[in-house]
């Protein structure tokens, strides 16, 4: 059974810098980018007011769902927001999907889900700040007692790295689950085609054509929503609570 669940395949390197690795995810993360771009562009060309198209409709429908997520957690301050939170959620949800097509899931890299949780939690800290300024910010670590400071400064710090560490680690699991049974079902083919008279479906694996669809079902696609979503929540709650109650 020849099965990789290790780390992302180094591919090249560039000569900058003492060399920059560029790994398969890295790769995936450029091919789906611009995916995603291109789709992007085609779903919002030729907007109309009247009789407007199916995939308007689909547009406007799925755009009214970001709508109605981002203000039911955040409430009217969530408009700003708006544009992060759904392009947070398709590039997670793509970057899981991508095993689909034969991909490595760039979301199966702690690199980058810590980079999103590090944009995200860049993003609690202006919201704190514009909240309550450079000073109120600092002395939010030293809420409600000053020897507080070392244990807020870690529970601040825990956020991204759990947020980072739970999406990883859901979309990994998942990917090294699928890829241990897809090899093993491959080995039990071909253990059970070895008593078959020879014919031109011995080298078929004919396991592999139902049960891996079934777990890609599951963990390539549900899990992939579920993540993305669970990841936009958190986001929209940690940055909604760094908001004053006044700009709800």
Known sequence: MNVNVTGPKILFEIPFLGGIVITESVVCQWIFMVVIIALSLWLVKDLKV???????????KIYG??????EGSMGK????????????FVFSFMGSISGVLGFRPYTATIAVTGAMALATFVMIQAATIKDSGVKGWIKSYTEPFAFMLPLNIISNAATPVSMAARHFG???????????VY??????????????????????????????????????????????????MLTMVFVANACSAEEA
């Open 50 to 60: 009247k009789n407007i198209s199916r995939k308007q409709a689909l547009v406007e």
């Open 77 to 88: 301050r969530g408009e700003k927001y708006r544009p992060y939170i759904g392009t947070l």
């Open 170 to 180: 859901n979309i990994t699991a998942g990917y090294v689950i699928t890829s241990l």
């Open 65 to 70: 769902m970001l709508c109605n997520m981002v």
């Open 183 to 232: 090899g093993a079902l491959g080995s039990a083919s071909a253990f059970l085609l070895q008593w078959i008279p020879s014919s031109i479906f011995n080298s078929f694996p004919f396991l592999q054509a139902g049960v891996p669809a079934v777990l890609s079902l599951y963990f390539d696609w549900f899990g992939a929503f579920i993540q993305a979503f669970i990841f936009c």
